[in-house]
């Protein structure tokens, strides 16, 4: 774990600025909140709002980022301020906590704009129980809120915007349908019937926190799609907490709420969170963990009986969880993992016809913006086919096959790479063979994604001298190979239905 964390390659330092900009960007929407004269809750509220802001905003251009994080205050200060005025109707308030996490989670049908939005929407209701504010506190947070999300805008969108330099890769949506075929309609129930259950136990468990067990539902359905999916989250959410409840013990508890050694400690979380999320969500949790604690030590709340109760409402959460994808309307893994793969498997085509239509000498083809695209395809296939290759997973057959399809996928994508490399220098020369060669590219793809891989064999080649014309022969090969892992020959597809 520790090596997948800090070994993981890191292009262009991107995950470095984010969680640098991050810290920036928290840390000065803090600053604007005390200057402000806002209490401490203000501060907190502001600085958890900020962070959203820096977090979940995925948008594909800047300029769309800049109208999603616009309209955070919209969608989040209507709940902000239902959470504060209901506080002291438990009836009212937890039926509006179990709407306002299902219309979050069936948001993400519109998008990373929906998906943004319903976060920051279920997380001010969160914040509300965190601090248990009550409708006196609602203009003191709802203004650190606003002033906030415009700290962190200003960060984002003027001090230090990368993306300017960049070419943002789109983040791909789960896969569509119609009503309850529809992902998102189907995870919106799953959420709503496991978050009434965190709910109900969670009081059981504690009347004060209840809501971290439906927080800790709520994030496991973020950003999986399938059941396998959901599960592995569910197991790595546990785990990073246990880890961070101890780490807390050992170094949150004994500062007591001091402030100066606790603010360092938070930007050391808020950066941990920021630069693990993309790699690992277990770290990820064990930052979140940490940070909490941190914030009710200075809150003043902090003792080994509050993180013994964390730890019990997270394990609530994650059984809500658990439940729900098994026994409402579940979504299988294969459907999912196909469906990536597939997506996957055209972008692969797609990059190679824009290389080859550059190297013929169309200055308008772009392959490096597909390039971008498949890596993030890939990294959704990486973690729909996570459950297969847990080491928990006892099916050891398809284990194989899924880890070997997701190595050769990476052979395609290394390829791919390499082929827009000679691309997109400017002396390379057009091969009259290249477009043969895209054209069994082509010929591959759709035997593999339309299900007739039973016609696809290898074809031997000999070495080629021409640096395109060698990745375009590797990447035959590995498509070739991908028939066999992705359908056995009886048909049976990579994973059980």
Not at 31 to 58: D, E, I, R
Not at 148 to 169: H, K, Q
Not at 189 to 196: E, N
Not at 260 to 272: D, R, S
Request: hydrophobic share 55%; charged share 15%; glycine share 10%.
């Amino acid at each position: 774990m520790l090596k997948r964390v800090f070994v993981a390659p890191d292009p262009g330092r991107v995950r470095l600025r984010f969680a640098a900009r991050a810290v920036l960007g928290i840390g000065l929407a803090v600053v604007v909140c005390g200057l402000a004269g806002h209490s401490l809750a203000g501060a907190v509220t502001g600085g958890l709002a900020a962070l959203l802001a820096l977090f979940t905003v995925t948008d594909t251009t800047v300029r769309r980022q800049a109208v999603t994080t616009a309209l955070l205050p919209v969608a989040g200060l209507p709940v902000l301020a239902a959470a504060a005025l209901l506080h002291d109707d438990p009836l009212a308030r937890d039926l509006t906590f179990l709407a306002v996490t299902g219309a979050g989670v069936y948001a993400r049908r519109w998008g990373p704009r929906g998906h943004s939005l319903g976060v920051f929407a279920f997380m001010m209701f969160f914040v509300a129980q965190f601090l248990h504010a009550t409708g006196g506190r609602l203009p003191e947070l709802a203004a650190a809120v606003v002033l906030s999300v415009l700290t962190a805008a200003a960060v984002r969108f003027g001090l230090w915007c990368y993306e300017r330099r960049l070419s943002p890769a789109p983040v791909p949506a789960p896969p569509g349908g119609r009503g309850l075929a529809r992902i998102t309609t189907r995870q919106a129930v799953q959420a709503t019937a496991g978050a009434g259950f965190a709910l109900l136990v969670g009081q059981l468990v504690s009347g004060d926190r209840w809501y971290w067990a439906v927080g800790a539902t709520w994030w496991i359905f973020v950003n999986t799609t399938s059941r396998g999916e959901t599960l592995v989250r569910g197991f790595r959410r546990v785990l990073g907490t246990v880890i961070g409840v101890g780490l807390g013990l050992l170094v949150a508890a004994p500062l007591h709420g001091a402030g100066v050694p606790t603010a360092a400690l938070v930007a050391v979380c808020v950066f941990g969170i920021f630069y693990t999320a993309a790699v690992s969500y277990t770290w990820m949790m064990l930052w979140v963990t940490l940070l909490a604690e941190l914030l009710y030590g200075l809150l003043g709340v902090l003792s080994p009986g509050l993180l013994t109760v964390r730890l019990a409402e997270t394990g609530v959460g994650a059984l809500g969880a658990v439940l729900a994808v098994l026994f409402v309307l579940p979504v299988t893994t294969h459907a999912v993992t196909d469906a990536w793969i597939q997506r996957a498997l055209r972008c692969v085509h797609a990059c190679t016809a824009e290389a080859a239509a550059r190297l013929a000498g169309d200055s308008a083809a772009d392959p490096g913006a597909r390039v971008a695209e498949l890596e993030q395809l890939l990294g959704r296939v990486r973690l729909s086919v996570a459950p297969l290759v847990h080491p928990l997973n006892p099916m050891l057959g398809r284990k194989a096959r899924a880890r070997r399809v997701l190595d050769l996928l990476d052979d395609c994508a290394r390829e791919i790479r390499g082929l827009v490399a000679v691309a997109a220098d400017p002396e390379a020369s057009h091969d009259a063979r290249l477009a043969a060669a895209c054209w069994r590219v082509q010929a591959a793809v759709e035997a593999l994604t339309e299900g007739g891989t039973e016609h696809l064999e290898l074809t031997d080649h000999p070495t080629a001298a021409e640096p395109a014309l060698a990745h375009l022969h590797g990447l035959e090969r590995a498509l070739a190979e991908l028939a066999h892992p992705l359908r056995t020959p009886s048909g049976s597809p990579l994973v059980g239905a």
